[in-house]
């Protein structure tokens, strides 16, 4: 049955969630160019193309509550119907947190002095639940041209499952690098105390930006299996690739 609060109430309170949230990945955007200017152009081109990522997804939600909120309103045959910002926004998502990954891993491959015996996992699960957003986007938007409605996503087989796969590698691939992280951190700090207290701040960022995204994704995974029928899980995931730039 559907209920106006728990579909577009969800993604209308996730989308003003994400809203926030990338006001927060300008400010660290800007931070990052001031204090970290020295780095390599490689790290530098993986910021810039997750912010960029960024402004274009926040671009597509604002697009996605339009059109599911304020363009059908008073006809609720049409508010079931998939507006064609969502893919896109799942698909950015899915490239956000790609290229977040990517540079965690490129930190862990300088923390254990540039060995690939850990990072070439990382990435490969990064990569496959791209390619699992990006399966999940080809789906909706056929879906969408024919059947038109978020019911019939959700009981097409085929496009569920893959939808799950992604969400569980990106929380897996999240878990991962933040044990790694922590881990490479600690195996790294001295007995000098000014060494000590960055290795302990940074293991502590570490943590936190791990486990909020992991729980975001988590949370999303979680809506997604126990109440595929509202949107919830949708307005979840539009915070997780906040949370993921955060």
Known sequence: MF??????GAILLGGLLAFGLSGCVNMQFIVYWQLYSHESWYAKSLVI???????FHSAFVAIALWDSIIVPYGDMDEFDKIPWSVGPAVELTAMITFLVQSFFAYRIYRLQKKR???????????????????VSMGEIVPLRIRLRSYAAFVQ??????????????????????TAFMCYFLRKNRTMITSTI?????????????????????????ICWLAMPDNRIFLGLHFVVAKCTTS
């Open 49 to 55: 193309a997750t912010w960029l990522l960024d402004l």
């Open 116 to 134: 690939i015996a850990v990072v070439v996992p990382i990435v490969a699960l990064a990569f496959f639940r791209l390619v699992a957003a990006s």
């Open 197 to 221: 207290r960055i290795i302990d701040t940074l293991t502590l960022w570490t943590i936190r930006n791990g486990s909020m995204t992991s729980a975001a994704t988590i949370a999303s995974l």
């Open 3 to 8: 209920e106006v609060a728990q579909d577009y």
């Open 156 to 177: 097409h087989p085929f496009p569920c499952w893959i939808f799950t796969v992604g969400l569980s590698l990106s929380a897996f691939v999240d878990i991962i690098i």
